[in-house]
């Protein structure tokens, strides 16, 4: 029950934008929008998370639109070590509090 | 600090043996998550435990699935007897936050099991 919905595939030519997108149309008010990739045999690592506002870190922006129905995450320098799948998550409520659930991302494929 | 720690990284067995994977999280985080991922399914919560207790083990598959958390640092998850169904990554994650909030996963690099 991941909630969200993302292109199951995109590819980006390397040192331009990637811009990844989401959609969270049933997200609740106090639901967060998290981002985490999965590079090839390794665990997913955390990328940057968000409420309302857009986010910024070392890593990419988060951009929520103003309804927070749906979001982007933006690489904004892509290179080759950037391709993996990347799973668009929102965090759960109520007695489910504490877990986050991975849909099936979406493969970003940087090439040179 | 090392990260969370999951042994063994590979694992052969055959139909019917135990399994058993083991996890260290990092230190000072109270939560721990074990997923397990396979290209049918994808990743899937299995348990998460907060501060040593289970709260949710709806993910586990079958009573032949097992985890334990007997300390702050140190989690295992069993399987017996195992199967072939069973092969997958089981990867392993811990969490600074407190429930309410969910804080940022930092997963193990997993445990690839395959069942003969």
């Known amino acids: 029950d991941a909630k969200t919905t993302q292109p199951t595939s995109m590819d980006c030519a390397e040192g331009r934008a990637a811009n990844l997108p989401c959609n969270h149309s049933t997200i609740s008010g106090n639901e967060y929008v998290y981002w985490y990739r999965q590079i090839h045999s390794q665990g997913p690592q955390y990328i940057i998370h968000?409420?309302?506002n857009n986010e910024t870190n070392e890593m990419a922006s988060l951009i929520i639109t103003e309804d927070r129905k749906s979001s982007t995450l933006i690489l904004p320098h892509a290179t080759l070590r950037d391709t993996a799948v990347y799973y668009c998550?929102?965090?759960?409520?109520?007695?489910?509090?504490?877990?986050?659930?991975f849909g099936r991302g979406t493969q970003l494929t940087v090439w040179p | 600090d090392a990260g969370v720690i999951q042994s063994p990284r590979h694992e052969v067995t055959e139909m019917g043996q135990e399994v058993t994977l083991r996890c260290k999280p990092i230190?000072?985080?109270?939560?721990l998550f074990w997923y397990r991922q396979t290209m049918m399914r994808g990743l899937e919560l299995l348990i998460y435990f907060n501060n040593n207790v289970p709260i949710d083990d709806s993910g586990m598959p079958e009573d032949r699935f097992s985890a334990k958390m007997p300390n702050a640092s140190f989690s295992t998850l069993k399987i017996q007897p195992s199967e072939p169904r069973d092969s997958a990554v089981y990867f392993c994650a811990s969490s600074g936050r407190q429930i309410p909030n969910t804080g940022e996963l930092f997963f193990g690099e997993g445990s690839r099991l395959t069942v003969l």
């Open positions: 230190s000072g985080h109270n939560s």
């Open positions: 998550i929102v965090s759960l409520r109520g007695s489910t509090l504490g877990r986050l659930y």
């Open positions: 968000g409420l309302k």
